[in-house]
């Protein structure tokens, strides 16, 4: 026997690991997950939103006097263009205030109450210079106070008015000059064709085309 172990040598046995029990999953509560708060730097809380609004006094001035609201959802801005309608119904003129947001060439947001220029077209976004025709309202209108004196007869579905510059000019006057709108003769009764330049209903055809035949000139 030990004549074996010296020729062939002795082959220690190899050693078996214990077995180890598998550590158990670690199971996490089902708590629902709670909804992020908006904290200002300040530590100050955001005022609450306001979304009931007055109805309009026909014996009071027609000014609109909207509450200020920074980014208003969908159904309060459907209720502020309510209102301002409400308002452009009642007896005398009724006037809307303020900076505007510009939405393309012929509609702009004035507190957050869309408006549509009375009386021109300009060219859809996706349109040939429809991109243009938004910049060059953006331009007319920056860091300017809107005065809109809202047109009830043309306002069925939406608020359509005429606004002005603080120095009283007309912007939808203001982008037909420059050849990025249309008179509408249809709703204007050709108001602003005296300010179209030379050949603009060519280069602006595709707005051209959408206006009834009679509306044409």
Same mark, same amino acid.
């Given at each position: ?10 082959? +220690? ?9 598998? /550590? ?20 100050? /809380? ?22 200020? $609201? &920074? ?10 263009? /309510? ?6 119904? %009642? ?8 900076? $505007? ?12 109450? +869309? ?5 021109? !077209? ?18 007319? %209108?920056?860091?300017?106070? @809107?005065?809109? &004196? @809202? ?5 069925? !579905? ?5 606004? $002005?510059?603080? !120095? ?8 037909? /000059? ?14 602003? &064709? ?24």
């Amino acid at each position: 026997m030990g004549l074996l172990r010296l020729l062939f040598g002795h082959r +220690p046995q190899p050693q078996r690991r214990p077995k180890v029990a598998p /550590k158990a999953h670690r199971v996490e509560p089902d708590h629902p997950k709670k909804p992020r708060r908006y904290v200002s730097p300040s530590g100050a /809380k955001p005022a609450p939103r306001k979304t009931s609004l007055a109805h309009p006094d026909p014996a009071a001035p027609q000014n609109v006097t909207l509450p200020y $609201c &920074r980014y208003p959802k969908r159904e309060e801005r459907a209720e502020r263009a /309510k209102l301002v309608y409400r308002h452009a119904c %009642t007896p005398g003129p009724t006037i809307l205030k303020g900076r $505007c947001y510009v939405i393309d060439g012929d509609t702009i947001s004035i507190n957050s109450v +869309p408006i549509r220029l009375a009386g021109i !077209d300009a060219p859809e976004l996706d349109h040939p210079y429809g991109q243009a025709s938004k910049w060059a309202m953006v331009r007319i %209108t920056k860091g300017q106070i @809107i005065t809109a &004196r @809202i047109a009830p007869e043309m306002s069925y !579905d939406r608020t359509v008015a005429i606004c $002005c510059l603080p !120095d009283g000019r007309d912007i939808a006057a203001e982008l037909v /000059k420059q050849g990025l709108a249309l008179d509408w003769p249809l709703f204007s009764k050709g108001r602003y &064709r005296q300010f179209e330049p030379d050949g603009v209903r060519r280069k602006l055809w595709m707005t051209n085309k959408r206006q009834p035949p009679v509306a044409r000139g």
